[in-house]
C-alpha cells in the first residue's frame, strides 16, 4: 500500500523540476493597444527605456497615454510599468487601473526607479475591451515617461534555472584587443560576466540584454582596424561542453559592429598560449564558419545565437573572427554563456525514483531546455 504513496510523493517532487511558463501580456508605447493622444514625442535620450524607444509628453499636461491590454482570460494579474529616469521626470506619474472592482488610482514619482520594472498592483481584470490603464499627470513640472507595461498572472510565475550553464563567477575572458579599457570597461570580461543582462520573461533566466551606443561596461570592443581579431573564454575547469548562447554587439547606432561570422575552437590544455587556432595542436576546430544575426540594437535582445559545441571536452573556448556587420573600424561582443552536458541527477532524487521503479527513463529523457 506505500507504494502509490510514495509515486504520488514523487510525481509532485518531480512536478517542481519541471518549468512552467509565465502568463505575461507586454505592451509599449509604440506597439498595437496603447493610444497616445495630444502631444507626444520618442526618444531614446536617457537609457533604461523598453523596446526601441519611449515617448515624453513635452510637458503638455492635456496628453494622455491609454495601454489596453488583450489578457487570455479574466482573473488576477499583477500589473507592472517601466520608465527612464532623470531629474526632469514628472514625480506625479498617475496611472489610473480600471479593473472589475472600478477605476484604483496609482502615483509613481518617474525622476527615480528607471530601468526597473515597477509594481502598479495587482489587480482583478474581466478579460475583456474594459481592462486598461490610463496615464496622465496633474502638472507641467516634468516630462511624463510613456514606455513599457505588463501584466502578470501570479499563479502562473515559475520555471526552471537551466543548472548546467557554468557560472559568469568562474569566467575569465582575453581578446586581440580592447579600446579605451579600463575607462569605459569595453574589456573582454564585460562579454562573460552577465553585465548587461536582465529577466524580461520571468523565467528566472538572465536572457535579455540591453542596448548600450558604445557598449561601455557591458560589452567588449576591440580597436580600431581589429575587425577580425579572436576573442578567447578560459571556463576555469574542463567541461563537457553542450551549447554556447551569444548576444552579438548590441547597439542602436552601431549595432554593424557585431560579429557576422567565424569559427569555434576549443582546448582542454592547461594553458594554450598559441592563438593560431587552425594550427596549433592545442586547439580543435568545432564549428566552422558560423554566421551570426546582427543584434537587434534594442533592450529586449532575447533571441541570442545557440551554438551546438557537441559534448565536446573543454577548459578553453575560443571564436576566431572572420567579420562583422559591416562597421569599418570595430567588431564587438555583448555577451557569451555557457552550458555544459547535462550531469546525473542528485543521489537523493534518484534513489527515490528507483526506489518507486521509475528510475532509468525519466533521467535518460531530461535534456537541457533552452
Known amino acids: 500500500m506505500a507504494r502509490p504513496c510514495m509515486v504520488a510523493f514523487l510525481l509532485i517532487c518531480v512536478a517542481s523540476f519541471s518549468a512552467r511558463a509565465a502568463t505575461v501580456v507586454w505592451l509599449d508605447n509604440n506597439t498595437a493597444g496603447v493610444t497616445l493622444t495630444n502631444t507626444w514625442n520618442t526618444s531614446t535620450s536617457v537609457a533604461g527605456y523598453y523596446g526601441a524607444n519611449y515617448s515624453h509628453n513635452n510637458k503638455d499636461v492635456s496628453s494622455t497615454a491609454t495601454y489596453s491590454p488583450t489578457l487570455p482570460y479574466a482573473g488576477q494579474y499583477l500589473v507592472e510599468a517601466i520608465w527612464c529616469s ?3 521626470r514628472e514625480k506625479q506619474a498617475t496611472y489610473t487601473v480600471n479593473h472589475v472592482g472600478g477605476p484604483t488610482v496609482v502615483i509613481k514619482d518617474q525622476s527615480v526607479g528607471g530601468g526597473t520594472w515597477q509594481t502598479l498592483g495587482t ?6 475591451s474594459a481592462d486598461s490603464i490610463v496615464l496622465t499627470t496633474p502638472n507641467s513640472d516634468g516630462y511624463l515617461i510613456a514606455d513599457g507595461m505588463r501584466f502578470i498572472d501570479p499563479a502562473t510565475l515559475g520555471g526552471e534555472r537551466e543548472h548546467w550553464q557554468i557560472a559568469p563567477a568562474g569566467l575569465t575572458a582575453s581578446a586581440s584587443s580592447t579600446i579605451n579599457a579600463p575607462q569605459n570597461g569595453r574589456v573582454p570580461q564585460a562579454a562573460v560576466n552577465a553585465s548587461g543582462m536582465h529577466d524580461y520573461d520571468l523565467d528566472n533566466l538572465l536572457d535579455t540584454h540591453d542596448a548600450s551606443q558604445f557598449g561601455d561596461y557591458i560589452s567588449w570592443m576591440s580597436t580600431g582596424g581589429d575587425t577580425a581579431g579572436w576573442f578567447v573564454v578560459n571556463l576555469g ?3 563537457v561542453l553542450e551549447r ?15 560579429v557576422s561570422q567565424g569559427d569555434w575552437y576549443v582546448s582542454t590544455a592547461d594553458n594554450p598560449t598559441g592563438r593560431n587556432f587552425a594550427t596549433d595542436p592545442d586547439w580543435s576546430l568545432i564549428v566552422n564558419d558560423f554566421s551570426f544575426a546582427i543584434a537587434p540594437g534594442a ?10 559545441m557537441g559534448g565536446a571536452p573543454a577548459r578553453w573556448v575560443a571564436l576566431d573572427i572572420d567579420g562583422n556587420w559591416g562597421d569599418g573600424n570595430f567588431v564587438g561582443i555583448s555577451e557569451m554563456q555557457f ?18 521503479g521509475l528510475a532509468g527513463g525519466y533521467l535518460r529523457r531530461r535534456r537541457l531546455q533552452v
Open 86 to 88: 532623470d531629474s526632469n
Open 123 to 128: 489587480f482583478d481584470f474581466t478579460g475583456t
Open 244 to 258: 554556447i548562447k551569444f548576444w552579438n554587439f548590441n547597439s542602436a547606432q552601431e549595432k554593424d559592429r557585431g
Open 299 to 308: 533592450n529586449n535582445y532575447n533571441s541570442p545565437d545557440v551554438i551546438e
Open 339 to 356: 552550458f555544459q552536458r547535462e550531469a546525473p541527477e542528485p543521489l537523493t532524487l534518484t534513489a527515490l525514483l528507483a526506489g518507486a
Open 237 to 239: 575547469d574542463e567541461y
